[in-house]
Every structure is written in structure tokens, then in C-alpha cells.
């Protein structure tokens, strides 16, 4: 309590002439001011923030619990994956794709080009770096920022005015608790941990879940000579990626500024129906509401297919429903069916991590630590809060947020600044006292 008394005391002189100031209270803790704000996730959303914030002159600091930048594409993907959308609707602010890309990148590519991002706007993130909390302490006025590191002893806290949450929707495996799962006795992996089906050669593989990655990972079983199943527990809109000589995404939003949303929906399910026929046949019933409405209202983004339909249409992925439970080397349904199977893949998704450090409740839900404000709302809280990255819009959304926050920080950058510089012509008599 003693040390923290006097980390207050100290920060409070040092802050307003000092604009890198560091306070040692020994081997345990170390606290450290930055005059800009702290990001946390140098994922797409916190290299987005970042950059926007250095072409606006406004310094940051990026912390990162991984070893890398983008750590869920470098060290959580599988290897066939590719931008879902065109290049041209996920390029971040400032940088677009290499002109040699193709309209949709491969995960190396991806990779590449975030690299190159953050090399251009000399974006260097403190890695190794997990936050433990952060939390806004009204007397200070400024943000606490606790964190760890499992290659260095001792606790550092940075102390900072603004606070960037960027660590995003896909923070956290979602792991489903399934009955028997300890009974199994295969192998059982997150996609998370899934890279390739070569592993899987000439073995019988269930894949749970009909999103994008689950679809992506049955055809890629398929593609290494497995024996893929796909559960479907719910209803899916699978629409082709490409129509019309255009990409469905973009085709979409050219609609969109001339139609209303159930209009283009209409269109989407009435195109759909002619390339890839009535999806319904093979047991993957579509919702009762168009795909781009769906996405508003719950986030849920439609399956664009590319080539898994083809792989179920023919019989090479068999559809399952949901799972009762699990037993030795087998699963049994709750149709009652019990199969046999060698492994099973949970494309089960992934879920925000934010309320497990951030300690606060008015900008966050605790339910799914998303934003309570829904989309285009949802980037400012109190105090120099901003949240990047949770739009459920991909990448899109996270760059339209990062200019947002950009432009308001700057605001109060220079607001403090004019304030600084007229301090700075004060008598040290004076300023001594502040």
C-alpha cells in the first residue's frame, strides 16, 4: 500500500513535465507513464489503431501477450485459409494489398502484408506482454495498465490517459463442454490447433460447426483423403462467393446504396438458389431471414462456399445433427445414430477476452465483452476508453473504428499539448507546484 501511495505521488509530479517517466519500486513492480495511449492486441485492429494515430502525431505504445504481431493468423490458422472477402475490403487504413496479390490472399500473404504495415509506421509492440487488468483510477485521472511477462520477473504497469481495447472477437477458443468427451479417446482439437488434414489421411473425421472454418476444414479433409462428417446444429445461409462475374460481399454493398436490405436478400437467396441449388435438400436449412439482415441483427456472417457444397452434394462430407454424447471412439447423436469416429475438429468459434481484464462495466457487456453500443457506435467509452476490432464487421469495421478513435484522441492531443506548451512558460516556481 506504501508503494502504490507513493507511485501515485510520483506519477502525479512527473507526468506533466516528463514525457517518458519510469518509477522502480523494485524487483516486483515497475511502473511506467506513456504520454499516448496504450493498445492493447497487436492483431489487424491494434496495427490499424497504431498507424491511424502516428499519421495524426499522436504516439502509442502496443502491447502484445504473443510473440508476434497477428498472433491468431500466424499461430492459430489453418494452412489453406485465405481472405474470405476481396483484398480490397480488408486492406487496413493508409496501405492497400500489393498491386501482384490476388483477390483473395492466402494467410502467408496476409501475414506479409501486416508485416509490411507495421514496418512502414515503425509500429514496434512490447511483446510477451499479457495484461492482467486495466482499470481507471478517477483520483490519478489516468488509466492503470497491469501486466505480465513469462520471460521477465515482476510486474510493469503503464499508466496513460487513453486506453485502446484490441484485443477483438476472437480472443478465446470457444471450447463446448460436451457429455463423454472424456470417454472419447481420439483426438479432439480446436481449429485453432487444426493446420492441415494430411494428419488426417484415410481417418474418420467429425467436424463441429457450419461456419466458414468448418466448411474450409471438411474440404480440406477431403482434400488430404479423409472421411469428413459435418454437424450441423443450426441454420446456415451458404451463398457462392462469386456471382454475376463479381464477389458476392461486393456485389452486395454496390446493391445496398440503392436498395433496402430485404431487397438485396432477395436477390442473394434467389441467385444462390440458381448456382447452387436448394441447400435445404442436403440438410442445411436456411434461417427465415436473408443473409445480410441476419448479420445485422445477431452478427452471424453467411457460409460463402468455396467448393465444400460440391463435397456434400456428392456424399464425400455426410451431414450429422447435433451430438448427444460422446463414447469410446465413437459419437452418438440425438437422433439416436452412433457412429465411429478417429478424431474430432470443434469449429465451434471464438469469443472476446476483454472482461476477464478489463475492469469496468458501462462500455463492455460481461455476457460476450463486446460493446454494448451496437455498430457504428460501439468504438468510445468514458475516460479515454475506445474499443477496435468487436464491430462483427472484419476488418472493414475495425479500420472504420480506427480512424474514428484516430481523430478523436487527436482532438484532445491537441488541446493538451497548447495546455503543456503554455505551462512550459511558467516560472519553475510555479510549475514545481503543479
Not at 492483431?43 to 502525431?57: Q, R
Not at 493446420?195 to 479433409?221: F, H, I, P, Q
Not at 462483427?392 to 481523430?407: T, V
Request: proline fraction near 6%; charge should be neutral.
Amino acid at each position: 500500500m506504501m508503494a502504490d501511495n507513493n507511485y501515485l505521488r510520483e506519477i502525479e509530479g512527473k507526468a506533466a513535465h516528463d514525457p517518458y517517466c519510469s518509477v522502480d519500486f523494485g524487483v516486483s513492480k515497475r511502473c511506467v507513464w506513456v504520454p499516448g495511449p496504450v493498445i492493447v492486441g497487436a492483431g489487424p485492429s491494434g496495427l490499424a489503431a497504431a498507424a491511424c494515430l502516428k499519421a495524426k502525431g499522436v504516439p502509442s505504445l502496443l502491447i502484445e501477450r504473443s510473440s508476434c504481431i497477428a498472433s491468431l493468423w500466424q499461430l492459430k490458422t489453418y494452412d489453406r485459409l485465405k481472405l474470405h472477402l476481396p483484398k480490397q475490403f480488408c486492406e487496413l487504413p493508409l496501405m492497400s494489398f500489393p498491386a501482384d496479390f490476388p483477390t483473395y490472399p492466402t494467410k502467408q500473404q496476409f501475414i506479409l502484408y501486416l508485416e509490411s504495415y507495421a514496418k512502414r509506421f515503425e509500429i514496434r509492440p512490447v511483446f510477451d506482454r499479457a495484461v492482467t487488468s486495466a482499470e481507471y483510477d478517477k483520483k490519478l485521472g489516468f488509466w492503470r495498465v497491469r501486466t505480465t511477462s513469462p520471460a521477465a520477473a515482476g510486474e510493469v504497469e503503464y499508466v496513460c490517459r487513453w486506453l485502446i481495447a484490441a484485443t477483438g472477437e476472437n480472443a478465446e477458443s470457444v471450447v463446448p463442454e460436451i457429455e463423454g468427451a472424456e470417454e472419447f479417446g481420439g483426438d479432439m482439437v480446436h481449429t485453432s490447433e487444426y493446420r492441415s488434414g494430411s494428419v488426417y489421411k484415410g481417418k474418420k473425421v467429425l467436424v463441429v460447426g457450419c461456419g466458414n472454418s468448418g466448411m474450409e476444414v471438411c474440404l480440406d479433409l477431403c482434400n488430404h483423403s479423409s472421411n469428413p462428417s459435418l454437424v450441423v446444429r443450426d441454420t446456415v445461409h451458404i451463398l457462392p462467393r462469386d456471382m454475376l462475374g463479381r464477389s458476392t460481399f461486393g456485389l452486395s454493398m454496390w446493391l445496398l446504396k440503392w436498395l433496402p436490405v430485404r431487397i438485396v436478400d432477395r436477390f442473394l437467396l434467389v441467385v444462390s438458389r440458381v448456382i447452387l441449388g436448394d441447400t435445404g435438400r442436403f440438410g442445411l436449412d436456411r434461417p427465415d431471414i436473408g443473409p445480410l439482415q441476419l448479420k445485422s441483427l445477431s452478427g452471424k456472417t453467411p457460409v460463402l462456399d468455396v467448393g465444400t457444397l460440391d463435397k456434400i452434394k456428392s456424399g464425400d462430407i455426410k451431414i450429422r445433427p447435433s451430438i448427444e454424447r460422446l463414447r469410446h471412439q465413437s459419437v452418438e447423436f440425438v437422433d439416436g445414430s452412433i457412429e465411429n469416429f478417429d478424431a474430432i475438429v470443434l469449429a465451434t468459434g471464438y469469443k472476446s477476452n476483454v472482461p476477464c481484464w478489463l475492469k469496468e462495466n458501462e462500455m463492455f457487456s460481461e455476457k460476450d465483452g463486446l460493446p454494448r453500443r451496437p455498430f457504428p457506435n460501439g468504438w468510445k467509452g468514458q475516460y479515454g476508453l475506445y474499443a477496435v476490432g468487436f464491430t462483427k464487421r472484419g476488418l472493414l469495421g475495425a479500420s472504420i473504428d480506427s480512424k474514428n478513435i484516430a481523430d478523436d484522441i487527436e482532438r484532445c492531443w491537441i488541446e493538451e499539448a497548447k495546455h503543456l506548451s503554455t505551462i512550459s512558460n511558467w516560472p519553475y516556481s510555479i510549475q514545481k507546484h503543479i
